[in-house]
């Protein structure tokens, strides 16, 4: 037979597990579960650990627990209403007593005989300086029984696993068993090699996978983890490496010199920079004027001021003779930067061109010919830059802007359009230090953590319809002082499933209604780029007093003059993500507010609100949202296009990413083809491309 590697057990549905018919097939479908990988996979999120047994004293109020004792009292049965029985009975240990209480279990005497001793297993609470606990499981001693072999079920650890819906954490466990014990017999393959196994000291897959959801021991328990999570890691990295070619990482990187007009280029800055940034481009300067091949990643909140480092290390690439690429991910952001960057740079015989999507074919044939021939020495583009048909005489540097909302591929599609060039990456979110070392390999990173000088922090109020009045008013106040209002809304147009206002309908109204005399604009990712640019050029020069808009202007859109952001349906938007999108405000000298319409009553959502109400730090935002959402959504690996980390906590598996990475280059060094490891080899191809190979 055919060896089973974790990965074809795609092929098989989990049908015909015992305890498995259609209608709960269609609840783990519901949970993504729908073959044999995916619900072994289905990892327990925390455990029971009924394994340690405690004496009834030490017992504190609000503990689940296992302790052993004796029933020292008869079970006693009342009803105190129609349809409710309450069976209590008193356990002792010699070191206290404690009350156990099941509700509608009146056969419970049954199984309890006093005299006898048993393992009870609970939330144990103190009532008026009472001990009790209710519905405990148990089990009964046998006192000619060693207590690790004789119990069942009390005793152990018990996996729980994540959110289950409709099915109990018992059913799950039950048919994860099931699942488990239908390869008793079956040896699955191993999917990382012998040697990286036996070098890392790598538990066994089967023994990893039994462990992990029924661990024997704390410490099998641990071994297991620690298996399944190098494993995921270390495929990841295998991926990236073959998207990298680690041959680049031997390689040196361009020198720059220093260039005599640096200083008087930053003179010419419309502003003076902050001590942040003057630091920021000095750690960029050193790293250019290196042998290695720049690769920093420059994190700063928003409206921190990292498009001005962009424009010093391109003025520098260009001064030493190279080009430079600055890729961003919106049209409208890349109009935005062309129209603030190219005036800067003109002004020192520096040629900026813009490459985008929505140019015609025309525009962009000349942009082609300027980039292989070297007439033009900076292009500002979207994805359209590493469109095959882009070529550069010597691209030298590239820097994405917003770089978590590209994949990794990207990335390095426009990186191998030049001879090593240095890279630069610049992000508002806080990444962390493991999803860097996964993104970026060996990258450095510098931060800015200083606002420009003058900002007042922006106010924000979480409000609810009562409020819409007193809002529309604010609005009003606001452009007659001649400043500028977004309205943010989660749809572009109504939608029957989704009850959220849409940009479409929130625009007619206004400019219908309240805000007839109002210059009220609107824009959505659904127009057409040429509307959107002459919109958000009429919002810039001020002809558009109001604009509706959906999220597209989350990133990057700088506007000074725009002081209020309202955002209808707060609600359905991350933490992140409301803190990208009030950064649109606050950009300029004038204090700015954000109003965020809360229409939903849950705890949940009150407390995001109030969280984004209190701070203005990206850094503590993104914490917070971490806390209350956890990190499997949060830095959700999907986003940077890669496959999802069902195990690995990038918060706390640091160390282990370390090995895993040192393993993979291992294996990339000594079979880059793949040639020794088939399964490797067929899991690359699946995952991350046809093509993909470490060679
Ligand atoms: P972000 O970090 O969000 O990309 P930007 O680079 O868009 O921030 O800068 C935000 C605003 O702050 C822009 O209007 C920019 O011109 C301005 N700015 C940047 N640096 C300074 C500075 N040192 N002094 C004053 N204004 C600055
Ligand atoms: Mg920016």
Not at 272 to 290: I, P
Request: glycine content about 6%.
């Amino acid at each position: 037979m055919k060896q089973l590697s974790l990965e074809d057990l795609k092929k098989q549905s989990i049908r015909y597990i015992k305890g498995v018919g259609e209608s709960r097939l269609s609840l783990f479908k519901r949970l993504n579960i729908n073959n044999f990988f995916d619900l072994l996979t289905y990892y327990p999120k925390a455990y029971e650990d009924r394994s340690i047994i405690k004496n009834i004293a030490d017992l504190q109020d609000g503990e689940l627990c296992s302790f052993e004792g004796t029933i020292v009292s008869n079970v006693n049965v009342t009803r105190p209403r129609r349809g409710m029985t309450i069976s209590k009975v008193s356990v002792q240990d010699s070191t206290g007593k404690i009350t156990a209480i099941w509700f509608n279990q009146h056969y419970i005497k049954n199984s309890l005989t006093v005299g006898a001793n048993y393992i009870f297993y609970g939330k144990v609470e103190r009532k008026f300086n009472k001990l009790q606990i209710s519905n405990p499981v148990f089990e009964k001693i046998d006192n000619t029984q060693s207590h690790n072999n004789g119990l069942k079920k009390s005793l152990k650890i018990l996996p729980v696993y994540p959110s289950t819906k409709d099915l109990s954490q018992n059913l799950i466990r039950t048919i994860m068993q099931e699942a488990l014990k239908s390869f008793n017999n079956i040896e699955l393959e191993d999917i990382i090699p012998k040697e990286i196994r036996e070098k890392y000291n790598l538990a066994d897959i089967m023994f990893s996978l039994n462990e992990i959801h029924f661990p024997k021991t704390e410490l099998d328990k641990d071994m297991a983890r620690y298996r399944l999570v190098f494993e995921e890691l270390f495929l990841l990295q295998l991926g990236l490496l073959s998207y990298k070619n680690i041959a680049t990482a031997e390689r040196q990187g361009i020198k720059y010199t220093k260039s005599y007009e640096m200083e008087e280029f930053i003179k010419s800055l419309p502003f003076e920079l902050t001590n942040a940034q003057k630091r920021v481009f000095k750690e960029v300067e050193q790293d250019m004027e290196s042998n290695n091949i720049m690769n920093r990643l420059v994190q700063g909140d928003v409206g921190s001021g990292k498009t001005i480092i962009a424009v010093l290390a391109l003025f520098k690439a260009v001064k030493c003779g190279y080009q430079g690429a600055l890729m961003v991910p919106t049209e409208i952001l890349a109009e935005q930067h062309y129209n603030s960057v190219k005036p800067l740079l003109e002004k020192f015989d520096i040629k900026v061109e813009l490459l985008s999507g929505n140019q015609s074919k025309k525009q962009k044939q000349v942009v082609f010919e300027g980039l292989k021939n070297g007439t033009i020495n900076v292009v500002i583009g979207t994805h359209a830059l590493i469109e095959d048909t882009v070529e550069f005489l010597n691209l030298g540097l590239v820097i994405t802007d917003e770089q978590h909302r590209f994949g990794v591929r990207q990335r390095s599609i426009l990186t191998e359009k030049g001879r090593n060039p240095d890279v630069l990456v610049m992000t508002a979110t806080p990444i962390p230090r493991t999803l860097a070392l996964i993104l970026y390999g060996d990258l450095d990173i510098s931060i800015i953590d200083e606002l420009p000088p003058g900002r007042k922090p922006i106010k924000t109020y979480s409000v609810n319809e009562s409020m819409r009045e007193r809002i529309n008013n604010f609005i009003r106040e606001t452009v007659q002082a001649g400043q500028q209002v977004y309205i943010v809304c989660p749809l572009v147009e109504e939608s029957e499933e989704i009850e959220a206002k849409s940009a479409v309908v929130t625009a007619e109204d206004i400019s219908k209604n309240v805000f007839k005399d109002l210059k009220v604009g609107i824009i959505h990712g659904k127009m057409k780029s040429n509307e959107k640019e002459s919109i958000m050029r009429s919002f810039k020069d001020g002809e558009i007093s109001i604009l509706v808009s959906t999220t597209i202007i989350e990133v990057g859109v700088n506007v000074p003059n725009a002081t209020l952001m309202v955002i209808e349906n707060a609600e359905r938007f991350g933490l992140a993500q409301l803190h990208q999108l009030r950064g649109r405000v606050g950009r300029g000298g004038t204090q700015s507010y954000c109003i965020l319409f809360n229409q939903s009553n849950s705890k949940v959502s009150k407390e995001r609100m109030k969280i984004m109400a209190q701070s203005n730090d990206g850094f503590v935002i993104s914490e917070k949202d971490l806390e209350i959402r956890g990190p499997g959504e949060f830095f959700g690996t999907k986003q940077h296009g890669l496959p999802e980390l069902k195990i690995a906590n990038l918060y706390k598996d640091l160390e282990i990413l370390k090995l895993a990475q040192e393993g993979a280059k291992e294996i990339a060094i000594k079979d880059p083809g793949l040639i020794k490891n088939k399964k490797l080899k067929q899991y690359l191809a699946q995952h991350f491309g046809e093509k993909a190979t470490l060679s």
